[in-house]
Antibody, heavy 119, light 111 residues
Framework: QVQLVESGGNLVKPGGSLRLSCAASGFTFSDYYISWIRQAPGKGLEWVSYISSSGSSIYDADSVKGRFTISRDNAKNSLYLQMNNLRAEDTAVYYC????????????WGQGTMVTVSS | QSALTQPASVSGSPGQSITISCTGTSSDVGSYNLVSWYQQHPGKAPKLMIYEVSKRPSGVSHRFSGSKSGNTASLTISGLQAEDEADYYCCSYAGNNNFVVFGGGTKLTVL
């Protein structure tokens, strides 16, 4: 079935780095835009980053610009998020989500992976 | 990026109808018919309920409907059921500057 599965979440110290992965299955991954969206504990959803189907176009939220890098490997049906210089406020569940047929519509979500930034 | 404004909570009894508002600006909700709504149960991933203001994905109940007027979008749930109790988030495309913005979320309680 159509599915996204995140991995790589962990406990990391402030200033540290982490790489999240998202494995896609059940659909033609290379046809779709994908985003990372996060949710801090007890808080709402926050869009983090976007990558086009080919990987040629990328947009990041101001809160992560210069620190996080989204990328994808269409041959491996995988999405990544390289997170550097992590801060306490980056603590959240990170979801990868597939863009549907219209801009800003996320039709398939993964189950999420937890990132905790704490000393 | 600033969040869209939603009420923190709404409630209703089984069988009743409720409406959740989502107020943005002329740069997001007001400029694009690209508002979507997501349902999230505790500990679960969000689920798409409405897209492009008023369209329902396959499998979503007809009890869920969406609309928009100016800078405010709305989600209406009719015939409330216990399983509708969840958090609901609106989302709007916001162009190349802010790209995508979410609302702060609304907790729906079915009394």
């Amino acid at each position: 079935q159509v599915q996204l599965v995140e991995s790589g979440g962990n406990l990391v110290k402030p200033g540290g780095s982490l790489r999240l992965s998202c494995a896609a299955s059940g659909f033609t991954f290379s046809d779709y835009y994908i985003s990372w969206i996060r949710q801090a504990p007890g808080k709402g959803l926050e869009w983090v980053s976007y990558i086009s189907s080919s990987g040629s176009s990328i947009y990041d939220a101001d809160s992560v610009k210069g620190r996080f890098t989204i990328s994808r490997d269409n041959a491996k049906n995988s999405l990544y998020l390289q997170m550097n210089n992590l801060r306490a406020e980056d603590t959240a569940v990170y979801y990868c989500a597939r863009w549907g047929n219209s801009l800003g519509t996320f039709d398939i979500w993964g189950q999420g992976t937890m990132v905790t930034v704490s000393s | 990026q600033s969040a869209l404004t939603q009420p923190a909570s709404v409630s209703g009894s089984p069988g009743q109808s409720i409406t959740i508002s989502c107020t943005g600006t002329s740069s997001d909700v007001g400029s694009y018919n690209l508002v979507s709504w997501y349902q999230q149960h505790p500990g679960k991933a969000p689920k798409l309920m409405i897209y492009e203001v008023s369209k329902r994905p396959s499998g979503v109940s007809h009890r869920f409907s969406g609309s928009k007027s100016g800078n405010t979008a709305s989600l209406t749930i009719s015939g409330l059921q216990a399983e509708d109790e969840a958090d609901y988030y609106c989302c709007s495309y916001a162009g190349n500057n802010n790209f995508v913005v979410f609302g702060g979320g609304t907790k729906l309680t079915v009394l």
